[in-house]
């Protein structure tokens, strides 16, 4: 594997959407209240990429650490346990991952306020203890809670406020079916890993409910996403055109059938990677409602 190829599968592309969506709806709510501004929405784009890459790096750097990224291990190799990159290289590099989102971060404190500067602070404390620490909090069954609380509830509101400094309910309600979405994405990837997780002493919360319960968990996230656009949009708490999202459920339900079908890697891997497309293309209208909504 050349160089640029290994950087590029340690940044993990498939999970940058779960970043960048979040970002997206809050502008879409922005541009709905008469309220958006490009220098910030472009920060905090480029904010919320970096900690997400920032996070991967960490997140292959730490297992490679404590040896959970075995031989038996389902899906792409990990560049730091396979040696393809080297713990220093890494470390660097989530470094400079890292600066890259402070430097995004000082952008928006400047145009927003010290309340940017405690999500931004939370938020890479939360990537570095997923899996780093001396008690990582993904190896305990916390990683979908601060999934769902960080790239869910904070990331869908903290965009909206950088544009006019307010946090309107429906920035708020979006950010729930936001928020379901990305952790039925881990819970995707964990329901995948579970005999090698449990092998290896990492207790994920699928490990913890074992394979059924984590299988409805997801149905759950997934079902329970559409039902909030749903319900939001017909109680008028966010705007109308929001509730086009509910057009994209039969996608859905391909991706539950085989969740609760199948045990094998490949096509786990294939609603991981589908579920992450569900979250985007959600985002993506739910973001165009929103900004459609003051039409």
């Known amino acids: 594997m050349d160089r640029r190829r290994a950087w590029w599968q340690a940044s993990r592309p498939h999970t940058l959407p779960a970043a ?5 709806v809050g502008a879409g709510l922005a541009i709905g209240d008469e309220a958006f501004r490009g220098g910030p929405f472009l920060a905090a784009m480029l904010g ?26 389902i899906g792409p190799p990990r560049m730091v ?4 990159i080297s713990e220093r290289q890494m470390t660097i590099a989530t470094v400079l991952a890292f600066a890259v989102a402070s430097a995004a971060g000082v952008y ?3 145009e927003a306020g010290w309340v940017i500067a405690v999500i931004g602070i939370t938020s890479i404390l939360a990537a570095i203890g997923y899996v780093g620490g001396p008690s990582p909090y993904g190896y305990r069954g916390l990683g979908e809670l601060f999934v ?52 290896t002493g990492k207790r994920t919360l699928a490990v913890i409910l074992g394979r059924e319960r984590t299988r409805a968990l997801f149905a759950v996230l997934v079902f329970g996403a559409f039902l909030a656009i749903a319900l939001f949009g ?62």
Do not use: C
Request: charged content about 15%; aromatic content about 8%.
């Open 20 to 24: 960048a969506t979040p970002v997206l």
């Open 48 to 73: 919320a990429l970096a900690i997400q890459v920032a996070a991967n790096f960490t997140n292959d750097l730490s297992d490679a650490r404590k040896g959970a990224d075995t031989e038996q291990r």
């Open 81 to 84: 346990a396979t040696g393809i």
């Open 108 to 110: 928006l404190i400047v």
């Open 148 to 199: 769902f609380v960080f790239f869910g509830l904070v990331a869908t509101v903290g965009s909206r406020y950088v544009h006019d400094q307010s946090a309107p309910l429906d920035a708020w309600l979006l950010a729930i079916p936001i928020g379901f979405l990305v952790t039925a994405i881990l819970v995707a990837n964990n329901v995948r890993d579970i005999d090698t997780d449990s092998a």
């Open 234 to 295: 017909v109680a008028g708490w966010t705007p109308t055109p929001t509730m086009l999202a509910i057009f994209l459920m039969p996608f859905s339900a391909g991706l539950v059938r085989t969740v609760y079908a199948e045990t094998e890697g490949p096509a786990l891997i294939r609603v991981l990677k589908g579920t992450a497309r569900l979250h985007l293309l959600v985002g993506l209208v739910l973001a165009a409602g929103a900004a459609l909504g003051s039409v």
